[in-house]
């Protein structure tokens, strides 16, 4: 998942949980976001509050015996006593009923270029209403947005926010899309379905950065409202999945597969983590499979590890690393393959596959020349896959 900007959320990754949750209670995050909906700080209190939980039913869980429901949402489907909550932290069970606990109160909300999601395919230069809830289905050990992914909703600050706020609010700011990022989308179902049918009404992309690991039915439900969908492919194997993520490998694969078939304009990221998912066998097996199964011309971003949350220990990635696997995964035939979180290097550019020029020149988030004319490039005519208008 893409980093939330630190200057705004008032995150810090260096700082434990516990001092996190402390600096919160103190008032600091109450104030941090009032400038996006453009409320003076007096007014912070009452737009953003500690530990605020809004109940919603559930839309994909089955009732069982003895008051259990079983969550039908991701590929856990966590077996839920009265009570009691899933895996995720952000949905419960109350008298055989399941809720979730996190719609319109989202915990980020921030206005990013398409690009940081990361999007290099999607409306260059554009800028993105983006928002995430507390909580998530996968416990990474790297995971770079922990504060909030890996927390309850009663331990931070978040927004009362309604979906159609979401879009005036997006509207009145001039974003071109919304987007379902930093945490993962999947545990917020339900808000960002209600949220995404009035984007699309009103004539807004809706974009999502997601683990991919949900299951097929709510996954086909929300296509036909997705516009473009950026998957962490975390690391090619099961066994990185369940030692570094606790999840699997498989379904997020069917995802991937499922997002194609729907037409959902599809990027992929691979965080290269060193030691952990670095070998470049994997990265070729990889590299295959994406041909094989989504088509060559899918953008695939290979983004730059520092030590956060659990992984502290390791080193940043080489750049040498990120540079070899660019090269390896182009060797393999994929046409777009972008190195990320290296600002100034020259594989965050896009090249015509066709005659090797470039078309889009990048500086870190920001776009400095993009020659690409009606989804081809200006000089050989090559089409290039993307939503460009």
Not at 26 to 37: D, I, K, N, P, Q
Not at 157 to 170: E, N
Request: proline share 7%; charged share 20%.
């Amino acid at each position: 998942m893409q980093r939330t900007d630190v200057s705004l959320c008032g995150f810090h990754p260096g700082i434990s949980r516990r001092e996190f949750i402390k600096v919160c209670a103190s008032g600091v995050c109450a104030l941090s976001f009032v400038s996006v909906f453009g409320f003076p700080q007096s007014a912070g209190a009452q737009i953003v509050q500690q530990g605020l939980v809004k109940v919603q039913p559930a839309m994909w869980y089955t009732p069982l015996n003895k008051g259990i429901v079983r969550c039908d949402l991701c590929p856990r489907r966590c077996r839920v006593p009265t009570g009691k909550r899933g895996f995720c932290g952000v949905r419960e069970n109350r008298d055989g009923e399941y809720f979730s606990l996190v719609y319109g109160n989202p915990a980020a909300i921030h206005l990013d270029p398409i690009e940081k999601k990361p999007f290099f395919h999607v409306l260059p230069a554009s800028t993105s209403f983006s928002l995430a809830t507390a909580g998530c289905n996968l416990h990474c050990k790297f995971c770079q947005n922990w504060e909030i992914s890996q927390a309850q909703p009663e331990e931070i600050y978040s927004y009362d926010v309604s979906p159609d706020m979401i879009v005036r609010q997006a509207r009145e700011m001039q974003a071109l899309s919304v987007a379902y990022t930093y945490t993962e989308p999947t545990v917020f179902y339900e808000f960002m379905h209600d949220t995404a049918r009035l984007v699309a009404e009103a004539g807004l992309l809706n974009v999502m950065h997601s683990n991919g690991f949900i299951n097929p039915d709510p996954l086909q439900e929300l296509c036909p409202l997705l516009d473009a969908a950026n998957i962490d492919l975390k690391g090619f194997s099961e066994s990185f999945y369940r030692e570094l993520c606790e999840g699997q490998r498989a379904p997020v694969l069917e995802s991937l597969k499922i997002l194609k078939r729907s037409g959902v304009y599809l990027e992929i990221t691979n965080l290269l983590i060193p030691t952990r998912n670095d070998d470049m066998e994997m990265v070729r097996r990889m590299s295959r499979w994406i041909k094989t199964e989504l088509g060559a011309d899918t953008p695939l971003h290979f983004t730059r590890f520092y030590p956060l949350y659990k992984l502290k220990s390791l080193p940043p990635t080489p750049v040498s690393t990120l540079e070899k696997a660019r090269y390896t995964a182009m060797e393999e035939g994929l046409q777009f393959v972008y190195i990320g979180n290296v600002p100034g290097h020259q594989g965050a550019n896009t090249f015509c596959p066709r005659c090797d020029r470039m078309i889009i020149r990048r500086a870190g988030f920001m776009v400095v020349e993009n020659k690409v004319e009606n989804g081809a490039c200006p000089y050989c005519g090559a089409p290039i896959p993307g939503i460009w208008e």
